[in-house]
């Protein structure tokens, strides 16, 4: 089967995520931790071989390090986001192999992305990619974890090796307002992309046939895009809600991710 087509961004924004391969750690000490930072500011502020300032590569908004994967909230610039994300994930991985004098790959199949297409969304991913290790139990709160972008909103002048754009952001949202947001946790209810399960837990494409011709006497899942819309999120919303991932409704029905989203949210 041919792998699927990367979905584009229309704002050149993504949620990324990399995950260690077999879910392994990524980042075992504080050292690994700073050099994928450093990786990253790089990316940012690129300097050619007599250290002349080259436009940078890409913006990034926020990140967060997790022991076994990451999260970046990224938008290409100057080369393409596989192209950018492709870079870091190298320099990232021969660091590691090298360091722990080991081989192969580090990071599971090819990194995770999904387009984000308005400000709602990516608010709610500065949300989500924030406490993430909160939710993971590795911090009461998100100004407690060392290894997220949180530091560069909240006390910049704390920022060791600030990477990211926060002006841009807070240029849209007041800060107190960002600080708000962040500390309130998201719902689980909350439409967040399930980049952190195991597709094999996910229903798959005869769960939806059979889901689809049983409650709505649909047989064809491509067929849901001619339907009128308020028939679609019907359908759509009833099979988010019975298990089906907006990544796994997206490759299944042909529509795009990001048009799932918006009908199910």
């Known amino acids: 089967m041919s792998r699927q087509s990367r979905e584009t961004s229309l704002t050149g924004i993504y949620h990324v995520m990399l995950r260690g391969i077999n879910r392994q750690n990524i980042f075992l000490d504080r050292e690994d931790y700073w050099k994928f930072i450093k990786i990253l500011y790089q990316q940012v502020n690129p300097k050619d071989e007599i250290g002349k300032p080259l436009p940078s590569r890409c913006v990034v908004y926020?990140?967060?390090l997790m022991p076994n994967h990451l999260h970046l909230l990224i938008r290409n610039h100057t080369e393409s986001i596989g192209s950018v994300v492709k870079s870091i994930g190298i320099a990232y991985a021969?660091?590691?192999?090298?360091?722990?004098?080991?081989?192969?790959?580090?990071?599971q199949d090819r990194f995770k992305s999904e387009p984000v297409n308005d400000m709602n969304y990516f608010l709610t991913l500065i949300r989500y990619i924030h406490q993430n290790p909160v939710a993971g139990g590795l911090a009461k709160?998100?100004?407690?974890?060392?290894?997220?972008?949180?530091?560069?909103?909240e006390s910049p002048e704390k920022?060791?090796?600030?990477?990211?754009n926060t002006s841009a952001v807070i240029h849209r949202v007041e800060l107190g307002e960002l600080k708000a947001l962040v500390d309130e946790p998201l719902a689980k209810s909350a439409v967040v992309l399930e980049f952190d399960r195991d597709e094999r837990d996910q229903l798959d494409e005869e769960d939806l046939r059979g889901f689809l011709t049983?409650?709505?006497?649909?047989?064809?899942?491509?067929t849901l895009g001619a339907l009128p819309e308020s028939q679609r999120v019907a359908v759509l919303q009833a099979a988010h809600n019975h298990g089906f991932s907006i990544r796994r409704l997206a490759?299944?029905?042909?529509?795009?991710?990001?048009?799932?989203?918006?009908?199910?949210?």
Request: glycine content about 4%.
């Open 94 to 107: 021969a660091y590691f192999n090298k360091r722990y004098e080991r081989v192969g790959h580090l990071f």
């Open 141 to 153: 709160c998100v100004r407690d974890y060392p290894w997220s972008s949180w530091i560069e909103f």
């Open 159 to 164: 920022c060791k090796m600030p990477v990211c």
């Open 214 to 222: 049983d409650h709505f006497g649909i047989s064809d899942p491509q």
């Open 251 to 265: 490759r299944i029905t042909g529509l795009t991710t990001y048009s799932i989203y918006k009908l199910v949210r």
């Open 62 to 64: 926020a990140y967060c």
